[in-house]
């Protein structure tokens, strides 16, 4: 693998750096200072941060204009773009679009159903399969649009994707079929059982998998036991297991800090599994998770690395 895009996330990889990614979510209105609010706060602890696509489905300002927000703030932006909401020509000029405002890394997703949003009657798009959108941004490295056309000054995406590798019915086709279209870096499901992802990353590394991308690894704080039950129970590839729950349970009043503590302990669990690339830490709308998670597993300060 070779160093492509120039991003700081991409060095750091690159050079043997455990990376620690976050993410933004753009606000429900067109106050541009909410992302510049959430950025702050995430500079020097992050080394890049996602910015959502209309996440669960539901309205928000655009991505392409947060990842500019983003990069202003002084931290590095991972573009999200899903095939739910356009079609290869939205998809093409908003990857272009995103690289001319500072975006270097791009997350390449399905997204949620619309009939789980806020907008249960809108028309999904996806003209696109998640692969497919891989394959775009590949080949617009290559200066190469989809109908063959050549462009000018192209975007050389540091290209990533997402997968639940704890999920009941999981494939490793479909990961490494990303790969072959031309993905370099993976952000998993949130893992809350250690054990079973090492399972899956000792049967990765058999197959190449980790020589061949990067994964980062999913890590949230669970702040309830009846948190934890319902992404147990309704969150794909999302697996909880009963010392988990336990712990939350006796913890009563004081589960979020009890939730910070289990998130701390997974990342170290991560950090020490061989091929792990890094963790990717989630504050599924209490971005004040983030910060103590990163503390508290010793992940401070993040290391520069020469371009």
């Not at 992302?35 to 959502?52: F, I, K, S, W």
């Not at 990303?178 to 054990?195: E, P, S």
């Not at 590394?205 to 690894?217: N, Q, T």
Request: proline share 5%; aromatic share 4%; with cysteine.
């Amino acid at each position: 693998m070779s160093i492509r895009s120039g991003s700081r996330l991409e060095r750091l990889v690159h050079h043997g750096v455990f990376a620690v990614t976050s993410e933004i979510v753009p606000p429900r209105s067109a106050d541009g200072g909410a992302v510049t609010r959430q950025a702050r706060e995430l500079v020097g602890y992050a080394d890049a941060v996602n910015v959502t696509d209309n996440p669960t489905a539901r309205a928000h300002m655009s991505a392409v204009a947060g990842v500019s927000f983003t990069a202003a703030a002084g931290i590095e932006p991972v573009l999200q773009v899903t095939g739910r909401d356009r079609n290869r020509l939205g998809l093409t000029g908003d990857l272009l679009g995103a690289w001319a405002l500072g975006a270097r890394n791009v997350l390449c997703l399905t997204g949620d159903p619309p009939g789980g949003g806020d907008h249960p009657d809108a028309a999904g798009v996806f003209d696109l399969t998640t692969v497919e959108i891989v394959r775009l941004a590949a080949g617009l490295r290559e200066g190469r649009l989809l109908s063959g056309d050549r462009i000018e000054s192209p975007p050389s995406y540091f290209i990533g994707v997402a997968d639940l590798p704890l999920d009941a019915h999981y494939s490793f086709e479909k990961l490494e079929e990303k790969i072959a279209a031309g993905a370099d870096f993976v952000q998993t499901q949130i893992v809350f059982d250690a054990d079973a992802f090492g399972r899956w990353a000792e049967r990765a590394r058999e197959r190449g998998i980790l020589e061949r991308v990067f994964v980062l690894a999913g890590i949230a704080v669970p702040r309830s036991a009846a948190a934890a039950r319902y992404m147990n129970e309704h969150v794909r590839g999302v697996v909880v297991p009963d010392a988990v729950l336990a712990r939350l349970d006796d913890a009563g009043a004081d589960a979020g800090e009890e939730g910070v503590r289990i998130a701390v302990e997974l990342a170290a669990r991560m950090k020490s599994i061989p091929g792990i690339a890094g963790i990717h830490v989630m504050g599924l709308g209490h971005a004040e998770t983030v910060r103590p998670v990163i503390e508290g597993a010793g992940l401070l300060p993040r290391p520069a690395v020469a371009a």
